[in-house]
């Protein structure tokens, strides 16, 4: 990497933000105390989780909870990898979401998708950018850049520590997408359905000692006229949709991740702190903030984020 790469780099992660202002204290965190911000958190509403590492692999990884990682827990001699236990089927939409707990440095640590075939053996003693350095592979650095085939096909802000970063893998036309605190970067990607259906997973990697990571929300959909229907219904209301009784107790009950919040994602009581702490051009207008994620009120009281945003095409 050229100094004036480096430099572009370092630039476009320092437009980086936190998802709160959990992070914004100054305080040093040990890895004991991490987890401590929930904000934005759904832990009832994953449908998968972590792998184990191996035996081998736990020098380099350790997962607690099935949902927080932890990389080289003691040192970094490489590149360590983590994987979801979920195969990406075809015809699915599926959505997930990582919170970085520490702040990223080094080499590269990146959020995506790649195959069974993707070499995480040889990268353990090599420092590298794993995901998107070969064809089987997909990623997002914390640096900005989106990478696949070992070329960088998108640059802009990265993500730092409290960034909520997010990955949504349409298997019906075969796109991804990647998110940052809950906003679009656009399609990074297209013509997934390459792959066979149930080779791609999630994954993330990490050359950062003590790096810290933890899955805040994933779940899935079966494509279908009725999911469509239901995104374009989403995507054209504000508020409460004005829906035939029938129709808005089936979206409500079965796709309430469609359906617009009620008002801000923020309370006003965290808004009041980000007014307070934040400088004039740092504050965050409500049209760039996702909807109340208590919006739902169907039978079963689900209580997930309001992913109208995360299926908009």
Known sequence: MSRFQSKNSRNRQKLAKSYCLCFDDGKPKTLDNLGGCECGEYPDCNEWFWEPPTSLESSWVMVHNARHVTFHPFYSSGTAVVRGNVALE???????????????????????????????????????????????????????????????????PGFCKGTIVGVKVDFWQGTVEFFLNRKSRGVAFFNLRRHPTATLIPMVSSTAAQSSIRLVYSSSWQASLLVDAAKILGASTCGEPFLPPGLKNK??????????????????????????????????DASDVVHSYACVQCKDEILGPCVTWALEF
């Not at 990268?123 to 070329?151: K, P």
């Not at 796709?255 to 004039?280: H, I, K, Q, V």
């Open 90 to 156: 075809h015809n699915y939409h599926y959505y997930w979401e990582i919170k970085m707990l520490t702040e990223p440095y080094g080499t590269d640590i990146m959020v995506g998708l790649g195959t069974r075939k993707v070499d995480t053996v040889r990268s353990r003693y090599r420092f590298t950018s794993l995901l998107g350095q070969d064809d089987e592979s997909y990623g997002l650095s914390y640096t900005g850049a989106v990478r696949h085939s070992d070329q960088v096909y998108r640059d802009g």
């Open 251 to 284: 979206l409500k009950s079965q796709f309430w991740m469609t359906l617009p919040g009620e008002g801000c994602a923020l309370y006003a009581d965290e808004r009041e702190a980000r007014a307070d702490n934040s400088t004039l051009e740092d504050k965050i």
